[in-house]
């Protein structure tokens, strides 16, 4: 499941969207391991959101729990997010060799408003945007190529998928506040597609 993790794009997006289908999909595991990919349903109503089912069952992955139905957002909850994406605006074509992960901050909508008008506009009821805990302004948050990784909350002892990466506000790596789907928008749509 992914936002971001397919690359289309003009102005036919939501042709593409449609005609998306499991052919033309790989997933790469551990950098050289290709899993065949049986079905993708893509979300009906837009948004970048699709599930993926694989083949096989991929045995390095750590599983992450999907928020109970009816959670609200995770606002204020100190995550962990990760990717793949690069390491430094001065590179944005060459991807970290390794999974970086980095402790962040979900914001409240008034404080991702206020960040995201900045740069373009109000955030959806859709996302939600973190950042570093003490400052958006830090170097350490996302980056090129992190798009459709995760953000994480511990919940009760467990991680649970809070947001899935989907942009942010600055074009330098690091800074600015990330912008993600908020998963607890999607559950209703998750459990019915999976159950």
Same mark, same amino acid.
């Given at each position: 499941?992914?936002? $971001?993790? $397919? ?5 036919? =997006? ?5 005609? &998306? ?7 790469? %595991? ?12 893509? =979300?009906? =109503?837009?948004?970048?959101?699709? &599930?993926?089912?694989?083949? *096989? *069952? ?20 100190? %995550? ?7 390491? +430094? ?9 390794? &999974? ?23 955030? &959806?009821?859709? $996302? ?20 459709? !990784?995760?953000?994480? *909350?511990?919940?009760? +002892? ?5 947001? /899935?990466?989907?942009? !942010? #506000?600055?074009? #330098?790596?690091?800074? +600015?506040? +990330? ?14 597609? /999976?159950?």
């Amino acid at each position: 499941m992914g936002s $971001h993790c $397919h690359a289309l794009c003009g102005e036919n =997006y939501a042709d593409q969207l449609e005609e &998306l289908d499991s052919n033309r999909i790989t997933i790469i %595991v551990d950098g050289t391991n290709p899993v065949t990919v049986e079905k993708v349903v893509i =979300y009906p =109503y837009g948004f970048d959101f699709a &599930l993926v089912k694989t083949k *096989a *069952a991929i045995l390095s992955a750590v599983p992450l729990c999907l928020p109970e139905i009816g959670t609200s957002t995770f606002i204020n909850f100190n %995550v962990t997010v990760a990717g793949w994406g690069s390491t +430094g605006s001065d590179v944005p074509k060459q991807r970290s060799q390794c &999974l970086k992960v980095v402790e962040q901050r979900i914001f409240t909508k008034d404080e991702c408003d206020k960040e995201m008008k900045k740069s373009f506009g109000k955030v &959806l009821p859709r $996302h939600i945007c973190f950042s570093s805990p003490s400052s958006p302004n830090n170097r350490d948050g996302i980056c090129y190529g992190d798009s459709g !990784g995760p953000v994480m *909350a511990r919940v009760d +002892g467990s991680w649970t998928l809070a947001g /899935i990466i989907s942009g !942010g #506000t600055n074009s #330098t790596c690091g800074s +600015g506040l +990330g912008l993600a789907v908020d998963t607890t928008r999607f559950i209703t749509f998750i459990t019915d597609t /999976i159950t």
